[in-house]
């Protein structure tokens, strides 16, 4: 059974810090490119940022580039992203996602999903 756990999500003041977790199981973690994606409330899910497989690329959204930063630890199952600089623009519930193609195409090539952690930014 294939599980991604989110964690790290909470309630910040805006230009405060927050980093995510997102530990995988029941999966092969290291064939699958990882993403984070976010859906703010009464909006569509959007790309928030993307790894390889063998951790040398990422690619993040326009929106987020310079104060998000993705990561991930094999030997671990567990991909990150710390964010910077939050705006309350980033307030949305995030999800990590294994995907099968980097870079990430939307949610066309996701084949699994975590639950979601929420994050709140306040003015």
């Known amino acids: 059974q294939v599980q991604l756990v989110e964690s790290g999500g909470g309630l910040v003041q805006a230009g405060g810090s927050l980093r995510l977790s997102c530990v995988a199981s029941?999966?092969?973690?290291?064939?699958?490119?990882m993403d984070w994606f976010r859906q703010a409330p009464g909006k569509e899910r959007e790309f928030v940022a993307g790894?390889?497989?063998?951790?040398?690329?990422?690619y993040l959204a326009n929106s987020v580039k310079g104060r998000f930063t993705i990561s991930r630890d094999n030997a671990k199952n567990t991909v990150f992203l710390q964010m910077n600089s939050l705006k309350p623009e980033d307030t949305a519930v995030y999800y990590c996602?294994?995907?099968?193609?980097?870079?990430?195409?939307?949610?066309?090539?996701?084949?699994?999903w975590g639950q979601g952690t929420q994050v709140t930014i306040s003015s």
């Open positions: 996602a294994a995907d099968t193609r980097f870079p990430s195409s939307g949610s066309a090539y996701v084949s699994h």
């Open positions: 029941g999966v092969i973690f290291s064939s699958y490119a």
């Open positions: 790894i390889s497989r063998s951790t040398s690329r990422t």
